[in-house]
């Protein structure tokens, strides 16, 4: 595939994975004013969308949608440097118009300021894990069984919402997205470089243990 569909398929695969996580957040934080419904609602789509999403876009792209995830194959040398910052422009660039998109589906203010507070270690050691899955599921996917990428990112993140204290953004790029939104997924620009740096923190860690982890055994003739 071309760079120029690659980096397409990155920027909207990103902007749709946002304005489900946001969008749902709206809608489910209309419908009901229990937070654990509103939460549900909100994880099941976003379960939904990466599998459709990873499906379709993969083939193109690889599905990254996540700087850290871009950056965890950069390092394995599967993406040269130049096509990673690139990826990663689009990533962040299609997350906040995927943001932008879900405030307009629902009548409001396009750009926004996040004033939901998520910080404290917790929160931080939460995403260093929650990231640590993540990459740990893609890359033992990929030496496993390739073709269930889709379904296993799906339900990790399913899971991971709920494991976790701080409902697994597990990605730098939908992070700064829901920066720009003062809706249930919000999350405090302030508090955006402490999850991102968590979250590049583990996934490191999963690449570190992915690399013996999943190494093939040689067998001696």
């Given at each position: 595939m071309t760079l120029a569909r690659r980096?397409?398929?990155e920027t909207i695969g990103t902007g749709l994975l946002v304005a489900t996580v946001v969008g749902s957040g709206i809608m489910a934080d209309q419908l009901t004013s229990d937070t654990a419904?509103?939460?549900?609602?909100?994880?099941?789509p976003t379960g939904a969308i990466l599998f459709v999403l990873i499906t379709v876009l993969g083939p193109i792209?690889?599905?990254?949608?996540?700087?850290?995830?871009?950056?965890?194959?950069?390092?394995r040398k599967e993406i040269d440097w130049t096509s990673a910052a690139l990826y990663v422009i689009a990533q962040v660039v299609g997350g906040i118009v995927g943001s932008m998109v879900a405030h307009l589906m629902f009548d409001l203010p396009a750009l926004q300021v996040a004033t939901h507070?998520?910080?404290?270690t917790s929160?931080?050691?939460?995403?260093?894990?929650?990231?640590?899955?993540?990459v740990a599921v893609i890359l033992g996917g990929l030496r496993a069984r390739p073709q269930s990428i889709p379904a296993l990112v799906g339900l990790?993140?399913?899971a991971a919402y709920w494991f976790t204290a701080s409902t697994s953004f597990a990605n730098p790029a939908v992070t700064i997205a829901r920066a720009l939104t003062d809706t249930f997924s919000g999350i405090r620009p302030a508090d955006a470089p402490g999850f991102i740096i968590a979250q590049f923190l583990g996934a490191l860690l999963a690449l570190g243990l992915a690399g013996w982890l999943f190494k093939p055994v040689e067998v001696a003739e």
């Open positions: 980096l397409a398929a419904m509103a939460l549900m609602g909100n994880t099941i792209s690889g599905a990254h949608f996540n700087p850290a995830v871009t950056a965890v194959f950069a390092i507070v998520r910080t404290g929160q931080w050691f939460s995403e260093a894990v929650a990231a640590f899955g993540l990790y993140i399913t």
